[in-house]
């Protein structure tokens, strides 16, 4: 049974620091890894998907790395602004369509 | 283009009743997944529809079910409701399978049974 964990839960830092949030997953045998954001009492932004068969994505300062042999994931983000505060959840999609989501990490990013 | 709209956002039911939830996917994307966030049990699968037709469904009890539509919109129903159904309901919608299943979610549904 695959079983996704984030840690942090949460996490706090200055603005303009870069950070890694993780993500390890149980089964490697998946088609995919998203990322999303979502911000309280709203749904989820979609930020980053990776296949597979791929290393890693990027979109803006957002870099996302994915290792299956070891069950990882991270989720860097480069020069931290306020607007980053939100949950960043992590899910895993395998060969019976249905997603296994992490707890998610509470990201707080201080003027 | 517009993203994935659901209906209602906000609703307030007592227990006993029946709810339906409403989801308008992507124009052209053809599966539509549904989704209950609790703040203790996070984010919970509850079906996935493709082409009118139900691939998979989480570990929900029957009160829970859905359909699909030839237009790809879907629908989810909980009958009976429980305080423990309160939760934002989540849509998503997407426009292929497997790896290329990038999902977009609609704002969500905001249920609460009293």
């Known amino acids: 049974k695959q079983e996704v964990t984030q840690i942090p839960a949460a996490l706090s830092v200055p603005e303009g620091e870069n950070l890694v949030l993780n993500c390890s997953f149980t089964?490697?045998?998946?088609?995919?890894l998203q990322w999303f954001r979502q911000d309280p009492g709203k749904g989820l932004t979609s930020l980053l998907l990776?296949?597979?068969s791929q290393r890693e994505q990027t979109s803006g300062r957002l870099n996302a790395s994915l290792d299956k042999s070891s069950g990882r994931s991270t989720l860097y983000i480069a020069a931290s602004q306020p607007g980053d505060s939100a949950t960043y959840l992590c899910?895993?999609?395998?060969?019976?369509?249905?997603?296994?989501w992490g707890a998610g990490t509470k990201l707080i990013i201080k003027p | 283009k517009a993203g994935v709209t659901q209906t209602p956002r906000y609703l307030i039911k007592t227990r006993g009743q029946q709810v339906t939830l409403s989801c308008s996917p992507i124009?052209?994307?053809?599966?539509v997944s549904w989704y209950q966030q609790t703040p203790g049990q996070g984010l919970q699968f509850l079906f996935e529809?493709?082409?009118?037709?139900?691939?998979n469904k989480g570990n929900f009890p029957g009160r829970f079910s859905g359909r699909q539509f030839s237009n790809s919109r879907s629908e989810m129903n909980v009958s009976t409701l429980e305080l423990g159904d309160s939760a934002l309901y989540l849509c998503?919608?997407?426009?292929?399978?497997?790896?290329?299943?990038?999902?977009?979610f609609g704002e969500g549904s905001r249920l609460t049974v009293l």
């Open positions: 998503a919608s997407s426009l292929g399978t497997g790896e290329d299943g990038e999902l977009f």
């Open positions: 124009s052209g994307h053809r599966s």
């Open positions: 529809y493709f082409s009118e037709t139900q691939r």
């Open positions: 089964d490697s045998a998946i088609y995919n």
């Open positions: 990776i296949q597979s």
């Open positions: 899910a895993v999609s395998g060969s019976n369509y249905q997603l296994i």
